[in-house]
């Protein structure tokens, strides 16, 4: 069965740094696009990184572009989120989402799979 698992996810203080990672049991890493979205409480969910099925190209939210760092390893088959300087307004739970299609990377509705989500948290 396809599903997606992330982990890294945890309490941290202001300014630390958080890596999360996304590993899609029933399929290839290689053969997806993926991305990261957070939903934060009482509010919708956003996109946040984007990498294309070729590792290369990546896109990012505007509020955390020169925090936050998007990578595929391939030979592990897990998608990574580098999350740096974190501030209480990354608090959120992320999620890891999937699709094998090329198209618009910020848009939620054309990810194909996804997973349950986990929880960061960022409170002195």
């Known amino acids: 069965q396809v599903h997606l698992v992330e982990s890294g996810g945890g309490l941290v203080q202001p300014g630390a740094s958080l890596r999360l990672s996304c590993v899609p049991f029933g399929l290839i890493v290689s053969d997806l696009e993926v991305a990261w979205f957070r939903q934060a409480p009482g509010e919708q969910r956003e996109f946040v990184a984007a990498v294309r099925w070729n590792g290369v190209d990546t896109y990012y939210d505007d509020s955390i572009k020169d925090r936050f760092g998007i990578s595929k390893n391939n030979a592990k088959n897990v998608v990574s989120l580098q999350m740096s300087e974190l501030t209480p307004d990354d608090t959120a739970i992320y999620y890891c989402?999937?699709?094998?299609?090329?198209?618009?990377?910020?848009?939620?509705?054309?990810?194909?799979?996804w997973g349950q989500g986990t929880q960061v948290t960022v409170s002195s």
């Open positions: 989402a999937a699709k094998k299609d090329y198209g618009g990377p910020r848009n939620s509705d054309e990810y194909d799979y």
